[in-house]
């Protein structure tokens, strides 16, 4: 048990300042809830502080990439251009820190460590890893499901004597890739997004590729003014159709049949057009992409036929033509990544029939041959939803702790995404088993903020002292979860959505896929029914099980 030294007592502690966090703070503290969150960096901005890496930018509309609780910050906000680069991004979240006085409640530089449910007076130790340590009633986590990034343990890491980066802990200080052999390894988002700005710059850049990604181009533009004026004009439009979506987007399915429906001519004139206009939109080209291995084939397709015409060397495009069900695995947009590969300065490795045997002082070497490199990027992705919360010793009711709960041989389960049997008073914002990562993040983001404001102000208003998921509603929910995603091609594919990037990591798809609409239909009727599966002990120790 974490032994508090400090006598320091809040109604609520929530971990991270990025999107999540902040409006957290802002709306418990709106509420009138004392509220501290804290944050291991040293500013606000949770991924979008940490992912410098060259070419980081969103994949979701800027528009729509924004809080929508209030009609001043949406009117204040300006963004430059379709997809929002990192830097803006940030500038924005500082923005929204500054207007709402955000930062006098926020503890930078320091890392919660622990985090201890104490049943004989109901609220939650929480010790940071500089010794101090607090009390709260409620314990939120606003850690983000993709923060704890993952260096894959390949022997002789440390050997490396030139520079070596992880994509999600970029520095400040600009990287000087002029004129130097650097070494890519990983063809995700990142991967994609970082290496046509580095082989701009660098002397050579060989790219590690186990997994080739299907992507499709971005096309980023600038908004001109009048877009961004009818935009102000209309975003109390924008903010409902995006709140009832299927994924947090203002795109919808484009044609509302099966890809097999059309005749193969139609099926490409409608994937040119979608290609040409860019953006996640592809995806929705049909319905039944991602649930009908033939229709989704056809999308495969196509994106492979536009492979071998961007790519001159047919041994090259034959290496970067992915074969899986595409989309099963997070789609990536670019800007001219495949051209890349057309460059005079830019090797493709494959580490899938050649993988990677060892690091050493000098480089990289394969089981094929060693690459004498002067830096190591590395897009290796993150160990995505659990990760982030099994950084903090989290534990419940009889000392039993979260990673153990979740690490029973079978998988993660939580009520909603949102709360865990045996954790009272414990919210998680995005947590495994909710939208999350298969939405338009900032929108799910806010839903989860204003369920858990909305619940902790019922609790307040009603004299209960603590609420907790039950086990069967717990079960049904998991259960749920997964018949969903089992009906997708989404758990068919191995991926860091199913925990499959992870080395030893139990498989489990850990996001609901039902929609943000009907999700937080769902939400708002178990709020409706009196927290309908939850457990509710009152002050004066009445306990309902609703
Ligand atoms: P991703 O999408 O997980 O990509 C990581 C890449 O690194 C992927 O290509 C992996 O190949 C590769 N990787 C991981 N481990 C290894 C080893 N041991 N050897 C070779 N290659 C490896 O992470 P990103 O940072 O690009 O994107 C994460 C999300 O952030 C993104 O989807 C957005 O939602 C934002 P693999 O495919 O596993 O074979």
């Not at 969103?58 to 830097?87: G, H, K, M, V």
């Not at 890809?259 to 004139?269: I, K």
């Not at 990536?332 to 830019?346: A, G, H, K, S, W």
């Amino acid at each position: 048990m974490v032994q508090t030294n400090q006598s320091l007592k809040l109604d609520a502690v929530v971990v991270g300042a990025g999107f999540s966090g902040l409006y957290m703070l802002y709306r418990l503290r709106e509420a009138g809830f004392s509220t501290r969150v804290f944050e291991a960096a040293t500013d606000v901005g949770g991924v979008w502080y940490a992912n410098r890496y060259p070419g980081a930018k969103c994949d979701s509309e800027s528009i729509i990439y924004n809080y929508t609780f209030s009609n001043e910050l949406l009117q204040e906000w300006t963004w430059t251009s379709r997809f929002p680069e990192q830097a803006e991004i940030l500038n924005y979240l500082n923005f929204v820190t500054d207007r709402l006085d955000l930062r006098r409640d926020i503890q930078f530089n320091t890392r919660i460590s622990a985090a201890h449910y104490d049943e004989e007076n109901k609220n939650w130790k929480i010790e940071a890893d500089d010794g101090t340590a607090y009390i709260a009633k409620y314990f939120i986590t606003g850690v983000g499901c993709l923060s704890a990034s993952n260096i894959p343990n390949f022997k002789g890491l440390t050997s490396f004597k030139g520079e070596a980066y992880h994509t999600g802990h970029w520095p400040h200080e600009k990287v000087d890739f002029s004129g130097k052999r650097v070494g890519l390894i990983g063809t995700g988002s990142s991967g994609i997004q970082a290496i046509p700005v580095i082989a701009e710059e660098a002397g050579h850049l060989t790219v590690f590729q186990r997994t080739p990604a299907y992507s499709t181009p971005a096309r980023n533009y600038r908004y001109d003014p009048e877009f961004i004026r009818q935009t102000k004009a209309n975003y109390e439009e924008i903010r409902q159709q995006i709140r009832w979506s299927k994924m947090g987007y203002l795109h919808k399915v484009i044609n509302n049949r099966s890809a097999l429906e059309d005749t193969p001519e139609e099926r490409q004139q409608e994937y040119e057009k979608v290609w040409e206009k860019g953006g996640l939109g592809f995806s929705q080209t049909y319905n039944d992409l991602l649930v009908n291995g033939e229709s989704n084939e056809t999308a495969s397709e196509f994106i492979r036929s536009k492979i071998d015409e961007i790519i001159k060397d047919s041994n090259i495009a034959k290496k970067l033509k992915p074969s899986y069900y595409y989309s099963a695995k997070r789609p990536v947009l670019d800007t001219n990544y495949y051209e890349t590969f057309n460059r005079n300065n830019v090797t493709l490795v494959d580490v899938k029939a050649a993988p990677i045997v060892e690091i050493t002082p000098k480089g990289l070497k394969t089981s094929e041959a060693e690459h004498e490199l002067d830096v190591i990027v590395f897009a290796t992705g993150y160990d995505a939803m659990t990760g982030p919360l099994f950084k903090i010793d989290i534990r419940g009711k009889e000392g039993v702790s979260l990673k153990d709960k979740w690490a029973d041989g079978t998988q993660t389960r939580t009520y909603l995404g949102i709360a865990n049997a045996g954790f009272p008073n414990m919210f998680m914002i995005t947590g495994p088993e909710s939208p999350s990562v298969l939405s338009n993040v900032p929108v799910s983001i806010e839903q989860h903020v204003e369920w858990i404001g909305d619940c902790i102000e019922y609790l307040r208003n009603n004299e209960i002292e603590t609420i907790e998921a039950n086990l069967d509603a717990e079960e049904a929910w998991s259960k749920h979860c997964r018949e969903l995603a089992e009906s997708t091609l989404l758990t068919k594919v191995d991926s860091w959505y199913t925990g499959a990037n992870i080395k030893d990591k139990p498989r489990g798809f850990l996001i609901y896929v039902g929609g943000v609409g009907q999700y937080r239909k769902i939400c708002d009727d178990v709020a409706a029914k009196g927290y309908e599966g939850f457990s509710l002990i009152f002050t004066n120790k009445k306990i309902t099980t609703a």
